[in-house]
Every structure is written in C-alpha cells, then in structure tokens.
C-alpha cells in the first residue's frame, strides 16, 4: 500500500510560481509511475502530468505544456511538479497518484488510472 502526501500549494497572482511536493511511502518508489492530476471547481479530475519509473520519460496535458515540469527524486521517494507561468485557469486541488510501472510507457498509458491517491493540494490563481 502506498501513502501519498502533497505539498506546497497556495495562493498566487498570474504569473507566478509554484512547486508542488508528493512524499511517497509504503512501497519500492521506483516500481511505480507518478502522476499529477487536477481538478477545478464543478469540473472533472483530469490529467496533468506524469512520469516513468525513473522520470526519464514525460507528458504532459496541453493546457501545461511548456509551463510545468515533473521530475522524481527516487532516493527521496519524492515527486515534484514545477509550475511557472501560472493562470487563474490553473486553480484547482492538485493530486499527485501512483501505480504500478506498466510494461510499456505512451501518453494512453500515462493518463490511464491510477491506483493511489494523495489528498490533494490547492493551488489558488489570482488575476
């Protein structure tokens, strides 16, 4: 069973920065895929970043493309999610979610379920 435990959010202006933190304990960290997700008031959870087992592969949504960055520090058990450019759009509860490393690595794969959950950090945009 893996626990997971985010950090970091808050309330900025547009244009800001933010760094989201995930603290991962229970399992072999580096067995596992790490996923962001995100979800907006009277809106649906969706996708916004993941990494591979060892970070070296990445996707991200569009929305967060070229403004957040996912990265992994496996001997920290730690899963980071960096965000710059931040938009009132941005504001939601942000999730980090893990599951076990599947046999192969694609955007279908990053953005399929997850089976661990933390409990979700908000991040509050001003305009």
């Known amino acids: 069973q893996v626990q997971l435990l985010e950090s970091g959010g808050g309330l900025v202006q547009a244009g800001d920065s933010l760094k989201l933190a995930c603290a991962a304990s229970?399992?072999?960290?580096?067995?596992?895929?790490m996923g962001w997700f995100r979800q907006a008031p009277g809106k649906e959870r969706e996708f916004v970043a993941a990494?591979?087992?060892?970070?070296?592969?990445?996707y991200y949504a569009d929305s967060v493309k070229g403004r957040f960055t996912i990265s992994r520090d496996n001997a920290k058990n730690m899963v980071y999610l960096q965000m710059n450019s931040l938009k009132p759009g941005d504001t939601a509860v942000y999730y980090c979610?893990?599951?076990?490393?599947?046999?192969?690595?694609?955007?279908?794969?990053?953005?399929?379920?997850?089976?661990?959950w933390g409990q979700g950090t908000q991040v509050t945009v001003s305009s």
């Open positions: 979610a893990a599951k076990v490393m599947p046999r192969t690595w694609s955007t279908a794969q990053a953005m399929a379920p997850y089976d661990y």
């Open positions: 990494a591979n087992s060892y970070g070296g592969y990445r």
């Open positions: 229970g399992g072999t960290f580096s067995n596992y895929a």
